[in-house]
């Protein structure tokens, strides 16, 4: 068995790259040598590296992971992760790994490397990576993510949309990312300036320009609002 084993992500969405690196991060046997937006990404990696593991999303511009598949001589051992059942059976007709239907959480991944390696006791350990934080002042949250620490002011924050495992910070300079959930954000920030409009989604306050049947528009951008946080959002505007 081998000490390290190669590892390229290729996936179009920026937060599952992220979710894909943090799970990587935790096996001390994996080791990133690419990460990728599209397939075309992913055969200059497969030309440049030796490759032994292959984390490979379906649904992506021009090329799909099934067609890179095909196209490949020679294979690492591949795993898709996916957001779609409906290909599972063209999957594994490729001999491919395994079959991650997003979400999915870190044992299930670990289970995936374990297959890929040949073996259901690998040798490696898995070190736990602290969550990113955010803590409360006065004025503004200080965010700690990707070796970070960020200040953001209330006044600046714009909405926070979660995905997943994540949350981004929408601000009006920039956005930032970060392995948190945004329920305990709920609790954190105050409850006179931000609100909860979606299982998705808090919205500032201030920033708030109009609401429709369905949208809130906060600065610009269009925010839907979940059926069962409208009344408390109309409520607390009115």
């Given at each position: 068995m081998k000490e390290k084993y190669n590892v390229?992500?290729?996936d179009d969405e920026f937060?599952?790259?992220?979710?894909l690196q943090d799970y990587v991060s935790k096996v001390d046997s994996l080791q990133i040598v690419a990460v990728c937006s599209n397939a075309f990404e992913a055969m200059n990696a497969l030309k440049n590296h030796q490759v032994d593991i292959m984390f490979l999303d379906i649904q992506m511009p021009d090329l799909t992971g099934l067609e890179l598949?095909?196209?490949?001589?020679h294979k690492p051992a591949i795993?898709?992760?996916t957001a779609y059942s409906e290909y599972a059976v063209d999957a594994f007709n490729l001999s491919v790994?395994?079959?991650?239907?997003k979400p999915f959480d870190f044992p299930r991944f670990f289970q995936a490397v374990c297959k890929a390696i040949g073996s259901d006791q690998p040798l490696v350990s898995t070190v736990d990576k602290p969550r990113d934080s955010v803590s409360r002042s006065n004025d503004f949250i200080t965010v700690k993510a990707d070796y970070k620490l960020y200040k953001?002011?209330?006044?600046?924050?714009l909405f926070i949309e979660g995905q997943h495992e994540y949350v981004t910070f929408h601000t009006t300079q920039r956005r930032i990312t970060a392995l948190f959930a945004l329920k305990d954000l709920e609790e954190i920030l105050p409850k006179d300036k931000f609100v909860r409009v979606h299982k998705s989604y808090i919205v500032s306050f201030k920033h708030i320009q109009d609401l429709d049947k369905s949208d809130v528009t906060v600065a610009g951008n269009k925010v839907p609002v979940g059926a069962s946080y409208r009344d408390e959002l109309l409520a607390r505007l009115q």
């Open positions: 390229v992500i290729v937060l599952a790259q992220k979710l598949v095909k196209s490949m001589e795993i898709f992760t790994v395994d079959y991650l239907l953001i002011n209330y006044d600046d924050l």
